[in-house]
């Protein structure tokens, strides 16, 4: 690796002493690493005059290898000084089901295979506990529904999908493959009770048109109460379509909402939190969404979004229906 990594910066320099002014190191004796490889390879790598360094043919084909070579043993010293560093640290994890489904299974899956010498914890929380189980130390990550603002939390974005409205199967408006808000104004919209000012607004996207002879919403603590008003006939309520994947008894049925923002799940954790287990979660968070935000886009016939697109995206409006395969 040595000799690779002296070889790279010649390469990339075209200047044995530029490159070994890079390298911290005198001249002579990376001249020397460089022929020595050359010699145990049996080709030319360099062409040297008075005047340049050229790369040859096959010194360029070496030059894309060596630096792959190199990146892969650099990543994969990281990841054994990464595991050596959690082995014996427990990470504990936050979810709620319209946050994390479904992506808790497969991440926490994949990430225990990655890490099996860490302990993994997994604890329920409710709207109102996304920022405070984190400040009290209660999980050190955990799945979040945006809006969540605080300047002691930051979050890693991980997936964006449309809101959708949940009704009883078999209401008219069920069969729809997606809404639009206006068609809502004629509903009341089940409102998360000790929720921040932001939250319910953006749950129940207010301001929005509504009918003067609509009854007032009731007011609802968790998700079970949620789906109780809705199959009750009380309300509608709005979640990220993504939770269409759990609900499957065909009691309750979900409908995107197609001129309004999405809704983005997030990994949050402490700003000043050390814990050596939360970039290696949310490396593996990242990887396994890709592929599930594709999956869900399929079978929810609406856009779904990983985390590799979500910059790209003004998140302040509704997703691009393109996104649809």
């Known amino acids: 690796m040595r000799h690779l990594r002296y070889f ?6 075209l200047s044995f002493s530029t490159a070994a002014q890079r390298l911290h190191m005198a001249q002579p004796p990376l001249s020397r690493a460089v022929k020595a490889l050359e ?3 049996g080709v030319v790598l360099l062409e040297r005059t008075t005047r340049r360094v050229e790369l040859t043919d096959a010194g360029h084909l070496m030059l894309a290898e060596a630096r792959q070579a190199i990146d892969r043993f650099d990543s994969a ?3 054994a000084a990464q595991a050596g560093r959690i082995e014996s640290r427990s990470l504990r994890i936050g979810f709620r089901l ?3 489904l479904p992506l808790l299974e497969p991440i926490v899956r994949e990430f225990r295979h990655r890490y099996p010498h860490m302990s993994v914890e997994t604890s329920r929380i409710e709207w109102t506990d996304q920022v405070s189980c984190l400040l009290t130390g209660l999980v050190d990550v955990a799945f979040v529904l945006h809006p969540v603002s605080h300047h002691q939390i930051e979050v890693f974005d991980l997936l964006a999908a449309p809101r959708a409205v949940g009704t009883p199967s ?3 408006l069920s069969s729809k493959p997606s809404m639009s808000i206006e068609e809502l104004r004629g509903h009341a919209l089940a409102v998360p009770r000790g929720a921040s000012a932001d939250w319910r607004d953006f749950w129940t996207a207010s301001p929005r048109p509504i009918d003067d002879w609509v009854p007032p919403a009731p007011v609802v603590a968790n998700a079970d109460e949620s789906v109780a008003v809705v199959l009750a006939g009380q309300a509608f309520v709005i ?3 993504t939770v269409m994947s759990y609900y499957r008894d065909g009691s309750l049925a979900l409908v995107p909402l197609s001129d309004i923002a999405p809704a983005v799940i ?3 954790s402490r700003v000043e939190s050390e814990h050596p287990g939360i970039p290696a979660f949310q490396e593996v968070a990242a990887e396994m969404t890709e592929s599930l935000a594709a999956d869900l886009t399929t079978e929810l016939r609406a856009p779904v979004v990983g985390p590799s697109k979500l910059a790209d995206l003004d998140l ?3 997703l691009p229906s393109s996104l649809v395969a």
Request: aromatic share 0%; charged share 10%; hydrophobic share 50%.
């Open 239 to 241: 979640a990220i379509s």
């Open 8 to 13: 790279v910066a010649v390469a990339e320099e």
């Open 39 to 41: 010699t145990q390879l």
């Open 266 to 268: 997030g990994l949050a």
């Open 316 to 318: 302040t409006q509704p």
């Open 98 to 100: 319209a946050a994390s």
């Open 77 to 79: 010293l990281a990841r």
């Open 170 to 172: 078999g209401h008219p």
